[in-house]
């Protein structure tokens, strides 16, 4: 798309000095295509199953006007140690669904991911690609994003990371970038969500390889001391939570449980997480394709033009890899880790030998995308923002079905109790039936949950050896699943239970000879209720 010879890319090759003057902005060449990036990566609109906990955790803490640091939702774990690394997201998202409703929520989404792409933007500015190298990078970058850019307290980790990355690449190709951030950025990130953990890798990671690059270039340890103050105080911000240290258990916690690994289907490792998408969704492959498409192409162009000087900024993209192949749910990260290098190395391999007289040139300043172009392909984002439902003030479900049948009857017939029910339904549960009824398990997992607890709902859900006594060591009143598991036919089977509803989507059962258990049975199966919006 570019027209001039200066946007091809050459500056790559000048040396250090002269090549930390030389960038390439796209967000000056062509706003249009950047608005559309923006939109792509924000198309995802649904409510996943932990946005009413979030919006019901967030309300209780506004209402209270104190943290909770004790559950007050569960009957399995009642009183239990909360240590709610997202409580500040929370607080933030109920402020804003409060005042402005879902819209608000979606221009909160909105403005995190215009963030996200702006530090992905200025990171592959630092590189001196070209247009059409940044270009390509960003949407095929964008498209796997939209995917993981939900309504989740994950969308700070997510700026926060491109943030660290735009320092990383400002900081070894210009020379000098206001590392000094990473000071105020830690604290904020670990009371916004449990992903500071990932930052502090990837500057544990950028520092170590600074410092055998430089080792190896001969320019001495000053660099990488300068990083290693950082890092330490980096770590040390991060304990200011209500939490302290503790929030470090929490977290290392989650990371470590193979439960956890097995039954959070974001939590699962990429070769898993595929096999899962082929068999229920294989429309939903070509993001991983397009995934697996990044990560081979920063592997080809790395190893051909492999240079120290910018190794670190590449080694912190391996290490969100890595991440990816031990959960999926770290893709967002190596796509937002990658943009730079990957844009790098692409100019690098296509890069002309320098041209003499450009050297001493300072900032690239490649021509405008004519008018016309601009204005059609703003429209076409501007298309999409509408098709995709931004302007719109209802949020459809996503990760479905939920048992709002269920509920329903449960609130026609005034019942109320401890629901032993589906885990992806736990929060869900909380925002339409608390306080009156608490949840036997939910999204907030192992935050909350000791592990015999979560430990219990596994041999229960897909009925291992020992799951009827998960029935008889709980005061539980209903149990509520989808007909289609393991423990549906369980239940079934259990003495003391009789099924009051069912639907498509999911049965409710209640003790027999309770007040609830005498209510008529019910139909074989009804029809489940049309797919619904949030709340």
């Known amino acids: 798309m570019s027209t001039e010879a200066e946007d091809t890319g050459e500056n790559i090759g000048l040396p250090p000095d002269a090549r930390r003057q030389r960038t390439v902005s796209l967000l000056r060449y062509s706003p249009a295509v950047c608005l559309l990036a923006v939109l792509i990566a924000d198309g995802g609109r649904r409510a996943d199953p932990d946005l009413w906990g979030h919006l019901r955790f967030g309300l209780a803490m506004l209402q209270s006007h104190r943290l909770v640091l004790h559950d007050p939702y569960s009957y399995s774990a009642p009183h239990h140690l909360w240590r709610n690394h997202e409580w500040l997201t929370e607080v933030l998202m109920a402020a804003i669904y409060r005042q402005f409703g879902v819209i608000g929520l979606k221009l909160m989404k909105l403005a995190l991911s215009a963030a996200t792409v702006a530090f992905m933007l200025f990171a592959m500015e630092e590189t001196g690609a070209s247009t059409l190298v940044q270009i390509g990078v960003l949407l095929a970058s964008m498209i796997v994003l939209e995917i993981q850019m939900q309504f989740r307290p994950q969308l700070f980790t997510f700026l926060f990371l491109a943030v660290m990355c735009w320092l990383f690449a400002r900081y070894l190709l210009r020379g000098r970038a206001p590392v000094w951030l990473v000071l105020a950025i830690f604290p904020l990130w670990a009371n916004l969500h449990g992903g500071f953990i990932a930052g502090i890798g990837a500057l544990l990671t950028f520092t170590a390889v600074l410092a055998i690059a430089d080792a190896r270039q001969g320019r001495g340890l000053s660099r990488a001391f300068k990083c290693c103050a950082l890092s330490l105080g980096a770590v040390v911000s991060t304990f200011i939570t209500p939490y302290g240290i503790g929030m470090w258990g929490a977290v290392l916690h989650a990371l470590r449980d193979p439960i956890t690994h097995r039954i959070v289907s974001d939590w699962r490792p990429f070769p898993s997480a595929i096999q899962m998408q082929w068999r229920h969704a294989p429309d939903g492959l070509?993001?991983?394709?397009?995934?697996?498409?990044?990560?081979?192409?920063?592997?080809?162009?790395?190893?051909?033009?492999?240079?120290?000087?910018?190794?670190?900024?590449?080694?912190?993209?391996?290490?969100?890899?890595?991440?990816?192949?031990?959960?999926?749910?770290?893709?967002?990260?190596?796509?937002?880790?990658?943009?730079?290098?990957?844009?790098?190395?692409?100019?690098?391999?296509?890069?002309?030998?320098?041209d003499g007289e450009n050297q001493g040139a300072g900032r690239l300043r490649p021509p405008r995308q004519g008018m016309l172009g601009q204005c059609v392909i703003a429209a076409a984002a501007i298309a999409y923002a509408f098709q995709t439902g931004l302007f719109s003030p209802r949020l459809p479900w996503v990760g479905g079905p939920y048992p709002a049948g269920a509920v329903a009857f449960m609130r026609r017939h005034k019942l109320s109790g401890n629901l032993l029910c589906d885990f992806n339904w736990g929060e869900y549960l909380i925002w339409h039936l608390s306080p009156p009824s608490r949840v036997f398990v939910d999204g907030r997992y192992d935050t909350v949950y000791p592990r015999k607890v979560i430990s219990d709902w596994v041999a229960f859900y897909f009925d291992h050896p020992g799951a009827e006594r998960v029935l008889e060591d709980y005061p539980h009143d209903y149990v509520l699943i989808t007909p289609k598991s393991r423990a549906y036919r369980l239940v079934r089977r259990a003495p003391g239970w009789k099924l009051i509803y069912r639907d498509t989507d999911s049965a409710l059962f209640a003790r027999a000879g309770s007040a609830a258990g005498n209510l008529p049975s019910p139909p074989a199966v009804r029809p489940a209720p049309p797919p619904g919006f949030f709340p």
């Open 286 to 354: 070509l993001y991983y394709v397009l995934f697996v498409g990044i990560a081979l192409m920063l592997g080809a162009s790395v190893a051909r033009s492999f240079r120290w000087d910018d190794a670190p900024l590449v080694s912190v993209a391996a290490l969100m890899y890595v991440a990816t192949a031990v959960s999926v749910r770290n893709m967002a990260l190596a796509v937002i880790a990658s943009a730079a290098p990957l844009a790098r190395h692409l100019a690098l391999r296509s890069a002309a030998p320098p």
